[in-house]
Nanobody, 123 residues
Framework: QLQASGGGLVQAGGSLRLSCAAS????????MGWFRQAPGKEREFVAA????????TYRDSIKGRFTISRENAKNSVYLQMNSLQPDDTAIYYCAGSIVPLGRQSAPDGYKYWGQGTQVTVSS
């Protein structure tokens, strides 16, 4: 089970750090991802980190602003978000599982999901 936290209200240009904690041991073999969903829009990929920590993928619009990381020893995955913009406003979800190669950016590639945490960026 995954639990996302760290969301909140922030002004444009501000920063937030999201955390995703696994209730049990976070399998070293799991790929982990962050997705987001704004009102009236489909869930979209934000970032993913492969189980080996060597392959990280980002959505183009957040490259250079967001950083995904993981600490298996703490059963946690993080999303550091800097230079936040109003378009980043959404519910952010963490997800994990053994993801088929090439499916890291697809929601249906993940089996386990957290409940989501709201991020609101004011202009």
């Amino acid at each position: 089970q995954l639990q996302a936290s760290g969301g909140g209200l922030v002004q444009a240009g501000g920063s937030l750090r999201l955390s995703c904690a696994a209730s049990g041991r976070l399998s070293d073999s799991y790929d982990m991802g962050w997705f987001r969903q704004a009102p009236g829009k489909e869930r979209e990929f934000v970032a993913a980190i492969r189980s080996n920590n060597r392959v990280i993928t980002y959505r183009d619009s957040i490259k250079g602003r967001f950083t995904i990381s993981r600490e298996n020893a703490k059963n946690s995955v993080y999303l550091q978000m800097n230079s936040l913009q109003p378009d980043d406003t959404a519910i952010y979800y963490c997800a994990g599982s053994i993801v088929p190669l090439g499916r890291q950016s697809a929601p249906d590639g993940y089996k386990y999901w957290g409940q989501g945490t709201q991020v609101t960026v004011s202009s």
